[in-house]
């Protein structure tokens, strides 16, 4: 999976709505590239923070 | 209170959310276990008692009341990322507080927004993308904990 491709499915990764196959695909692109690994934390956190106001 | 009385320190310059979440941690300068006097104010002394036998005890008078503190800090989070929310472009606002908060999948929302599936995720992603930088004091400080 290349980086670009990897925005479509971020946020999928991030609340867990991706497929099985895809949420694999995507923990071995982050395991290789941390530019990626730390969007995918800051999205995290962003998530975090909206939970704060359900 | 310790925010209020700490107001002289902020520099016009500095980003209030900066100021406030950063550097300003509980109990940087103003301890935790700082008293507050008779009047409601600050003091810089222990407030201390004199005990029947004769000691003198510290009393913690502000650890009594941590939750002002806490709820000030809670309220004006949380209308950081209401803000930063309102402020998104109207789709990706839409799009947000339906996948968030109404917690429909991207075809019901693809729907309701009159787009394709990958324009809407390139929508959110777009929205996250603004949340992360607009939170970015938070977003920090949530990291380090």
Not at chain 1, 2 to 8: A, F, N
Not at chain 2, 47 to 68: F, Y
Not at chain 2, 108 to 133: D, G, H, M, N, P
Request: proline share 4%.
């Amino acid at each position: 999976m290349s980086c670009s491709r990897m925005e479509s499915k971020i946020l999928g990764y991030v609340d867990g709505r991706l497929k099985e196959s895809e949420r694999l695909e995507m923990e071995k692109h982050v395991s290789t590239c941390a530019a990626c690994r730390v969007r995918v934390n800051e999205f995290r956190t962003v998530n975090v923070l909206l939970d704060e106001l359900r | 209170m310790r925010v209020y009385r700490a107001r002289e320190e902020y520099v016009p310059s500095a980003k209030f959310t900066t100021w406030l979440f950063g550097s300003r941690q509980p109990g940087a300068k103003f301890g935790a276990g700082q008293p507050i006097s008779a009047n409601g104010n600050l003091t810089d002394a222990p407030v201390t008692a004199d005990t029947e036998d004769g000691d003198e005890k510290t009393m913690d008078v502000a650890e009594k009341h941590p939750n002002i503190e806490q709820r000030l800090i809670e309220e004006t989070r949380k209308k950081m990322i209401r803000h930063a929310i309102e402020k998104l472009p109207e789709k990706q606002r839409a799009a947000v507080l339906l996948h968030k908060y109404q917690e429909l999948d991207y075809g019901e929302i693809s729907k309701i927004l009159e787009c394709s599936e990958s324009a809407l995720k390139s929508l959110l992603f777009r929205a996250y993308e603004t949340l992360r930088v607009e939170l970015a004091p938070l977003v920090a400080r949530q990291a380090k904990q």
